[in-house]
Each structure stands twice: as structure tokens, then as C-alpha cells.
């Protein structure tokens, strides 16, 4: 190659020195030479670019290979090993927001819904392949499968806890008041008894002297404050007494030294063991003639209550609320069972606390009576309570003084929310009205989720076999009270009202003044409007009048269910019962014209007695049934025959009497219904 890359060099030369003579005239055979160097210059080049080559070829021989094929073959450029494995991550990371069903689990984690059904089972859940877990449930399921639950629901403690800073210790909180909930029988003077702590007069105020709602106040004793929650005692207002027992840190029972240990008693005792805070026992009215505070002590005991006297640690202090005895032992039994709890709490977080109770003002709006049970709620701050907002206008204590902020412990009005909330459920004080909303949306979008409780849909075979046959009556009630404990008692009281033959629908239980919407809803739906400690506007008195529609007003819950078992009798038909007047034997018979068969009897029971229901028997075998048409004694009609007296009577419609017949006599009478 590189000879002939010499011998082509030499050839250019040449070739230019040729050249010249070849454009002068007679040049023909210089031209031709010239011709046949550049022919050889280019055998040259072709040598030399081809001289790499074929020592490629002899190195690695080439394969005759498709270009299409070459091009589907070929390897693709390898992926850097971070985002392999970042997709990989991304991969088996499974989302859901709070919930998840488990078909859609299922799907997620491409498996089929019988293998992630078994999982759970093992794990102790049973469920359907459509019912919802948890994420927590979700994530040990997954994790059998090798994959992350990573929960990206809304969460709303996230916004209602105040941040707190990492370098917090114990200096933030401060000792707090004692939340003390005075609990017992009805009738027993808890109320007199708070109202001798406090030197008030309550008991004056409530219908009928017994306490229709939770009171919530503060009482100095000494330098300490102390909260007191007053529970009712009657046997309707069974969640009030175990929402007081929820928001509290001491219960102080309050017995009857003359009657001791009773229903409500027992129950107020469940309800303080279930919330586990400690008992202090007020054995009140040892004043009385007859009382035995004692008895009422060994009583106690039969309910997991050992008192001190006899071993144990429930405190037990004899008072008397009348005469203001032993007042000062109990209230020192519970500022040192407070000591002993070191009750604390952070006074410089955001509030949050329990609606002890609710009501709609007609001046002021909807009212909350708020307990708080940690933070601080001062005027202006936006808060969320349920699925309502707002902001405080007005804080107030129990006698209506305006206050501008309420610490730990501290029962308080408060005023500025939008809708009446549910006596029992949370308050918290957020950041700004933004986080308010977004609360608000996921607590109803919620709401809006979760099935609704109501009676299972009825075919049209089952609604004509009820006409048929009587069917279940239903009495139907629009409930209003001033206070939402109050309508959640009287509702309760009310359903547990139903029996087999007549079932109460409360399709209405509101707080606040009955409107002229709650009268037109009883108008449609018949039913009859119940107005506890409230009265109707005149709108809807106007409107009641106009309707037809009855507005009951009451202010004790005894005479509200006694009125509605009343109208529950008044739905059944009245029972009817058979009463045997008599017993007379046919003796002779007489053919008489236009009246039939008359039958000369013996009375010898009871009594026979004119139009009277009879039965005619022969050897003990009812052969007719009908009506008495005659009765007489010798040849005057007779009103009633006695017993050993002789008569004549004919059986209307019936005429085949015979010696030795039986006839006895009864009458239909009808009885009130009764729901028992």
C-alpha cells in the first residue's frame, strides 16, 4: 500500500509536467497518459481506505445481519441504578385516604380478594370483600405482600393540636382546678347540695324540683377553685349522667341516708367506674328522722365500694345540705383526692373542651356551654365544634358576666357559633377561619359517607299484609326543648315507649321555639308536636290553629311520657272479653205460633238475662250460637231470672230445642287497651 501510494505521488508530479505539454497542439498521447494516472490515483485511495477494514474483518469476521433486525436487537443503554430503584420504591408504596375497601385493597395489591380476606383473618378481622379498614389494618396486610400503606387522608388532629416546640419540658404546665360532677338518685339533694356549696338557691328554679339539665359551675373553697357539674338524677337523662362522668376528674356521690343504695345510685356508680375517676361518697340528708348513713355505707360495698371506715378508699362524709352540715369535711375529702391526681394542664395552647350543653337564644343566637379542658379560649378566636363554626363574640360564666378569656377548667358560655352543636362533643379553637373549613368539609363529607341508620326498606306484600291485618300503629312526635340534653333525654324516653302493637317515630327532635316549619312537618306527617320548656311563636300557633295540628307544652318529663302512653292506648281498638252470665236446663219445650220454639228452663247458675248472647249445648257439644229473643217469667216478659227460678226463652233464629238441652248465657264486654 505504501508502494503504491509512492507511485501514485510520482504520477501527480509527472502529471503536472505532463500537463503543460499536453495543451500545446499534437498533445493527444500526453492527454491519454494523464487519463491513466488519475485512474490509478483512485485504485491508490481505494487501497488505503479498505487496508483498516479488512484487518477488522480478519479480527472479528462480520455477520450478514438484517438492518431492520439490527435495529430491534440492539441493546438499549442501561438506566442509572438511583432510578431503578426509585421506580421500583414508587412501585410498591399503596395510598389510601384514611379507608380503604377491601376489594379495592385487593386490587391495589394485585391479588385476588379471598387471599387478602385470609390475611385478615389471620390477623383476627372479619370482614366482606366490600366493607372498609383501616389504614393501620391495610398496612400490616400489605406488608405480607411487600408493600407500604402511606395514609394521605385528611387528618384533622394535624390541625386542631398547636404545634408544640421541641425544647417544651414540664415548665408550661400549671396546676389546674379540680372538674368535680355531683351524681346520684333523683331526689336524693345533689342540686340542694351544690347549692349549699355555693350559698345559691337552684332548686327554686327547676320545674317540679328536679334538675332537667347539666349546670355547670365554679365555687371558690379557700384559695381553690373548684368546677362543679350538676347531673339530673331521673332515670331519662342516662347520657346526660354518663357525659358528666366523661369530662370529669371526681364524682361525688350523693345517698340518701334514708334511702340508701337506689336505681340511678347504681347506675351513676357504673357510669364513674367505666370513665375511671375516683368516688368521694356524700351520704346526705342525715338530718332526717329514720336515716342510717351507716347501712348506706355496708351498701357499698355490694358494689365494689369499700369506704375508709371499713378498710377501704372511698371516702365517705355524712352531710346535711338543709342545714349545712359536714359541708367543709367534703369539700376538704376532695381538694385532697385533687392533690393526690396532680391535675395539670398547658394554659398556652389553643383551647379545647366539651359542650356540656346547648341552646338556641332568640337574642343572642345559639349558646354552648363549654367546659375547657386545656388551653386557653379568649374572645375573637375562630373554633370549630361538630359540623359548626365560627367565631367568640361573648364568653360568660354561669351568672352572666362577660369574660375575656377562659383558662383550663373554667366553665364558660359561649356565643358566636353558627349552629346549635351536640351537648358531648368536642370544641377546639384553630388557627384561622381557612382551617375551620377545611375541617368542617371532611367531618360532612364524612357524615355524607357513612350508610344511614334507618329501618330496612318494606315490599309491598309485607305493607298489605300490616293493612290486613291491623298492622304496628305508629304515633309520630315533633320534639322541641330549650336544651339539647333535654331532647336527647325525652327522645330516648320516648322510643323506649314502643311496644309490639304501637312504636313511636320522633321524626323531629330540635332546641329552640317551635316554628311554623315544625307545625307543617306535624301537619304532614300527623303527628303531634311536644314543646319541653318552650313555647310556640305566633306564627306557629297561627298556623297550629289553622292546621289542626296539637302543641302539648310541658316542663316535667313524667307528665310528658304518661300523655304519650295515653295517646299510644288511644291508637290500639279496645279489647273485647266474653263474661258467662249464667247456666239454665230445657225442661219442656212449647210450639208457639209466629214465635218458634219456646223453652221452659230451670236456671241453675248464674243469671239469664233479656237480649243476652246465648249457646245452645246438647251432651256438651255447642250446637247453635245467637241471641236471646225472649225472656219471661210465668206470662210477663222478665228483665233477668236468678238462680232456682223457672223461665221461658226463645232463641232468636232457632227453633230445634230439646228436653234435656243445656242453655248458657254471656255477654261481650269491651276494655281499654293496655301497651303492657
Do not use: W
Not at 501527480?12 to 497542439?25: F, L, M, S, V
Amino acid at each position: 500500500a505504501g508502494a503504491a501510494a509512492g507511485a501514485a505521488a510520482g504520477a501527480r508530479t509527472g502529471a503536472r509536467a505532463d500537463g503543460d505539454a499536453a495543451t500545446k497542439p499534437g498533445g493527444r498521447k500526453q492527454f491519454r497518459e494523464v487519463v491513466n494516472l488519475r485512474e490509478q490515483d483512485n485504485l491508490a485511495r481505494q487501497a488505503t481506505s479498505r487496508a483498516p477494514l479488512r484487518r477488522q474483518v480478519t479480527l472479528e469476521p462480520r455477520q450478514a445481519v438484517s438492518p431492520r433486525r439490527k435495529r430491534r436487537d440492539a441493546p438499549s443503554a442501561p438506566r442509572p441504578a438511583a432510578a431503578t430503584a426509585k421506580s421500583k420504591e414508587e412501585k410498591r408504596v399503596v395510598r389510601i385516604e384514611g379507608t380503604i375497601a377491601v376489594s379495592e385493597l385487593a386490587r391495589l395489591l394485585g391479588q385476588k380478594g379471598p387471599v387478602v380476606q385470609s390475611k385478615l383473618m389471620a390477623l383476627g378481622t372479619m370482614v366482606s370483600i366490600n366493607q372498609a379498614i383501616d389504614a393501620d389494618t391495610a398496612g400490616q396486610v400489605a406488608a405480607e405482600f411487600d408493600y407500604e400503606v402511606q395514609d394521605v387522608g385528611f387528618k384533622e388532629e394535624e390541625f386542631l393540636q398547636q404545634p408544640l416546640p421541641e425544647s417544651e419540658d414540664e415548665a408550661n404546665l400549671l396546676p389546674r382546678s379540680p372538674i368535680v360532677t355531683v351524681m346520684g338518685h333523683v331526689d336524693h339533694g345533689k342540686t340542694s347540695l351544690l347549692d349549699a356549696i355555693r350559698k345559691a338557691n337552684v332548686v327554686a328554679g327547676e320545674a317540679g324540683g328536679i334538675t332537667q339539665h347539666i349546670g355547670a359551675y365554679q365555687a371558690a373553697v379557700g384559695e381553690q377553685l373548684i368546677t362543679f357539674i350538676d347531673t339530673p338524677g331521673h332515670a331519662a337523662f342516662t347520657e346526660m349522667r354518663a357525659r358528666g362522668a366523661q369530662l370529669t376528674d371526681l364524682v361525688i356521690l350523693v345517698i340518701a341516708a334514708t334511702e340508701g343504695i337506689m336505681p340511678q345510685t347504681i347506675e351513676a356508680i357504673e357510669h364513674s367506674k367505666a370513665a375511671g375517676v375516683p368516688i368521694v361518697v356524700a351520704v346526705n340528708k342525715c338530718d332526717l328522722p329514720g336515716a342510717n348513713s351507716q347501712q348506706a355505707r355496708q351498701r357499698l360495698m355490694e358494689h365494689d365500694l369499700v369506704p375508709e371506715d371499713f378498710g377501704g378508699d372511698v371516702l365517705c362524709v355524712d352531710v346535711s345540705a338543709t342545714q349545712g352540715t359536714g359541708l367543709d369535711q367534703l369539700l376538704e375529702a376532695v381538694v385532697l383526692q385533687s392533690e393526690i391526681l396532680e391535675l395539670k394542664a398547658d394554659p398556652t395552647r389553643r383551647a379545647s373542651g366539651l359542650v356540656v350543653e346547648a341552646r338556641l337564644d332568640k337574642g343572642r343566637g345559639p349558646v354552648a356551654t363549654v367546659l375547657v379542658q386545656s388551653g386557653t379560649l379568649r374572645q375573637g378566636d375562630v373554633i370549630v365544634c361538630g359540623t359548626h363554626t365560627g367565631r367568640v363574640r361573648a364568653l360568660e360564666d354561669e351568672n352572666g358576666k362577660r369574660l375575656k378569656q377562659a383558662g383550663p377548667s373554667t366553665p364558660v358560655q359561649v356565643i358566636g357559633l353558627q349552629g346549635v352543636p351536640d351537648a358531648g362533643q368536642q370544641l377546639n379553637a384553630v388557627e384561622n377561619e381557612r382551617v375551620a373549613k377545611e375541617i368542617v368539609d371532611h367531618r360532612e363529607a364524612e357524615r355524607r359517607e357513612r350508610p344511614a341508620d334507618g329501618p330496612a326498606p318494606r315490599t309491598l306484600d309485607e305493607l298489605f299484609a300490616d293493612v290486613a291485618g291491623g298492622g304496628v300503629k305508629e304515633l309520630a312526635l315533633v320534639v322541641k326543648a330549650d336544651v339539647h340534653g333535654s331532647v336527647e333525654a325525652l327522645r330516648d324516653a320516648l322510643l323506649k315507649l314502643s311496644t309490639d302493637e304501637v312504636k313511636v317515630d320522633v321524626i323531629l327532635a330540635g332546641v329552640g321555639a317551635v316554628t311554623e316549619t315544625d307545625v307543617m312537618l306535624a301537619r304532614a306527617s300527623g303527628a303531634i308536636v311536644i314543646a319541653f320548656h318552650v313555647r310556640p311563636d305566633p306564627a306557629a300557633r297561627r298556623a297550629a290553629e289553622g292546621q289542626g295540628v296539637e302543641i302539648r307544652t310541658y316542663k316535667i318529663i313524667y307528665e310528658v311520657t304518661e300523655d304519650v302512653e295515653k295517646a299510644m292506648v288511644g291508637l290500639l281498638p279496645p279489647t273485647l272479653s266474653e263474661e258467662f252470665l249464667g247456666r239454665a236446663d230445657v225442661r219442656q219445650t212449647f210450639s208457639v205460633p209466629k214465635a218458634g220454639t219456646i223453652a221452659g228452663c230451670y236456671i241453675t247458675e248464674g243469671l239469664m238475662r233479656r237480649n243476652a248472647r246465648v249457646r245452645l249445648l246438647r251432651d256438651g257439644v255447642q250446637l247453635y250460637e245467637g241471641k236471646l229473643a225472649s225472656l219471661k217469667r210465668f206470662k210477663d216478659d222478665a228483665r233477668e231470672v236468678q238462680t232456682g227460678f223457672e223461665c221461658g226463652m226463645g232463641i232468636e233464629g232457632y227453633n230445634d230445642i230439646k228436653v234435656g238441652d243445656a242453655i248458657e248465657a254471656y255477654v261481650i264486654e269491651e276494655k281499654p287497651a293496655t301497651l303492657r
